[in-house]
């Protein structure tokens, strides 16, 4: 049966993360042909109509049940695999959309991996792919590991533009890339909120040195000192233990410990579009936060203090009009976003993100419709990268043909209960390794 007459869309999404689990799921909803999505009411909605199995892979950044059930998106079915299970599922189940939610190196496994299963296969998924936010390095490499998909979203008008320049820099085919916007950007505009909340967005891996997060931890519990009548809320991604989609050595909840805080402080979790709705003012060094935040037209601030540097990412709002220090925020600065900025990042707080995911659903309307899709064909392959590729398709357990290696880790049948504890077990001795042994080994290197 033709996919445009089923009455339901079946749609796959292998993330690796909470952050992509999110965008994943929430971009299926998005991009959905419209016979089969209704009005989303709210960015955690995903469609009745739409059939949705979510898959994880299996890895450093797996999240936990805390994880997903903070970010709020229920799926039909929902499973842990490795690289290697999920490709046996694929070649064997129908689905109309596949949605990539990896790092770029996951994905392209993932479409040379899909190449292999789907040979001689006369139907096969729309492959789509993109990034989970704010892209401010390694846009080639990410861009080319990305490429084979039949859609590669690009989160705003600018990300486009660069994004079929680098394809067609290189000589690869640019027509998969489609502007769409940040699948997660909604809830209600600002309105002015007693007491005044300020809302610091945390970021895992930015800035990294224990000096540097120690700063801001400090500037921010200053300003919480300075204006006893303001909220001050510490907005943090994961608990300790727990990682996101980058590694977190120095969690600032351990840095907190060590402070006397003052009585108008507070650590909060939770849904971003949540707190923001109390917010007065969202300050960050680089987080997608920001865009999330000008959305809504909350007051928005990116800090210049430790620099405007790309190892930072707060370079990417350069013309924003939302750079700004703490010196500056304490005295009652608060930035004007440039509105030309804003309508090039994707962001838009007039009312015209409803369309933002029309052509998206167009182009996936029209494959659907095609009925037998031409096979997945990425720009690297044994002949472009033949030093690169290999590498990058090892760390998948596959082979330089797309195929399992010998030996792949798969469990052909749901993990027991003593395999599921040894695998938590091995999670829990990498992230004390990454968030407290590495740090001392690396002091130590320093003396």
């Given at each position: ?36 999505t ?26 936990t ?17 490795t690289?290697?299970?999920f490709?046996r ?6 689905y ?12 392209q ?11 001689g ?12 936010g ?5 846009l ?7 490429h084979?998909?039949d859609?590669?979203l ?49 970021q ?10 120690t ?34 050595e ?15 402080f ?5 849904n ?5 709705d109390?917010?007065?003012l969202?300050?960050?060094v ?18 210049t ?29 608060v930035?004007?976003?440039?509105a ?19 052509e ?48 792949a ?12 504890i ?15 042994v ?8 320093e003396?």
């Open positions: 049966m033709p996919a445009s007459t089923a009455k339901s869309l079946r749609v796959a999404v292998l993330a690796d993360s909470d952050t992509r689990w999110k965008w994943g799921a929430l971009t299926a909803s998005r991009i959905s042909p419209t016979e089969f209704k009005p989303i009411e709210s960015p955690e909605t995903v469609d009745s109509d739409i059939r949705l199995d979510g898959f994880l892979l299996r890895g450093r950044a797996t999240p049940a805390r994880q997903l059930a903070e970010v709020g998106i229920r799926a039909d079915s929902l499973r842990e695999v690289a290697v299970e490709l599922e694929m070649a064997k189940e129908t109309d959309v596949l949605v990539l939610a990896l790092v770029g190196g996951g994905v496994a993932m479409l040379h991996g899909l190449a292999h299963a789907w040979q296969r006369t139907r096969r998924p729309v492959v789509v792919t993109g990034y989970v704010v892209v401010y390095e390694k080639a490499d990410g861009l080319l590991l990305r084979g998909a859609l590669v690009a989160n705003s008008r600018q990300d486009a533009e660069r994004f079929r320049a680098v394809y067609e820099g290189v000589g690869a085919d640019a027509s998969s890339v489609t502007e769409v916007a940040l699948p997660f950007l909604g809830g209600a505009p600002y309105e002015k909120k007693d007491p005044y909340t300020v809302v610091f967005a945390a895992p891996s930015v800035p990294e040195s224990r000096k540097d997060r700063y801001l931890l400090d500037r921010l519990i200053q300003h919480a000192r300075l204006r006893p009548e303001r909220e001050v809320l510490l907005k943090l991604r994961s608990k300790p233990g727990e990682h996101t989609t980058h590694i977190e120095l969690p600032y909840q351990k840095l907190a410990q060590r402070q006397d805080l003052p009585a108008n507070r650590l909060v979790y939770g971003m579009g949540e707190v923001l109390d917010a007065d969202l300050v960050t680089s987080s997608t936060a920001a865009l999330e935040s000008l959305h809504r037209r909350v007051p928005t601030v990116v800090l203090d430790l620099g405007v540097r790309e190892a930072l990412g707060n370079h990417h709002f350069v013309g924003s009009g939302c750079l700004t220090s703490w010196d500056q925020l304490d005295a009652g600065h930035p004007t976003p440039d030309e900025w804003v309508a090039r990042q994707g962001v838009a707080p007039d009312g015209s993100y409803a369309t933002a995911f029309d998206a659903r167009r182009r996936i309307t029209e494959l659907l419709a095609a009925g037998e899709l031409p096979p997945l064909s990425p720009y690297y392959n044994p002949v472009t990268a033949p030093g690169y590729l290999p590498g990058v398709l090892a760390r998948h357990h596959l082979a330089p043909d797309g195929s399992p290696l010998p030996g880790p798969a469990a052909d049948k749901a993990a027991g209960p003593v395999r599921q040894v695998r938590r077990a091995a999670r829990g001795a990498y992230r004390h390794g990454v968030q407290r590495a740090p001392v080994i690396r002091r130590m290197g003396l």
